[in-house]
């Protein structure tokens, strides 16, 4: 699976941004997609992610404020972030994630290429 990742950029603090990537194809198999940022010089930390069935997992700076959610619209799944409230510390690169399902206790980890999300002060 290929994941394409769009729609970073420069936004003032309390703008908003979404984020979306999409697979390469419709993921059938139970997956989990979803995002993850990462500063220069720490951490790759996650963000949201939403499995196949609907749950959803976020951290904690960022719940309230960001929204995941995804479709398997044009044939391909897609994952969607909704940012809105940022601030400076929400500044970083964002990976999309995708969790697949292979056989039974098997899965594998695909990632997108990041895309910037700048948010100034």
């Known amino acids: 699976v290929q994941l394409q990742a769009s729609g970073g950029g420069l936004v003032q603090s309390g703008g908003s941004l979404r984020l979306s990537c999409a697979a390469n194809r419709i993921i059938f198999s139970t997956n989990t997609m979803g995002w993850y940022r990462q500063v220069s010089g720490k951490q790759r930390e996650l963000v949201a992610t939403?499995?196949?069935?609907?749950?959803?997992?976020?951290a904690d700076g960022v719940k309230g404020r960001f929204t995941i959610s995804r479709d398997n619209a044009n044939a391909k799944s897609t994952v969607y972030l909704q940012m809105d409230g940022l601030t400076p510390e929400d500044t970083a690169v964002y990976y999309c994630?995708?969790?697949?399902?292979?056989?039974?206790?098997?899965?594998?980890?695909?990632w997108g290429k990041g895309t910037q999300v700048t948010v100034s002060s």
């Open positions: 994630y995708a969790k697949i399902r292979t056989a039974v206790l098997n899965y594998s980890d695909h």
């Open positions: 939403m499995v196949s069935d609907g749950n959803t997992e976020y």
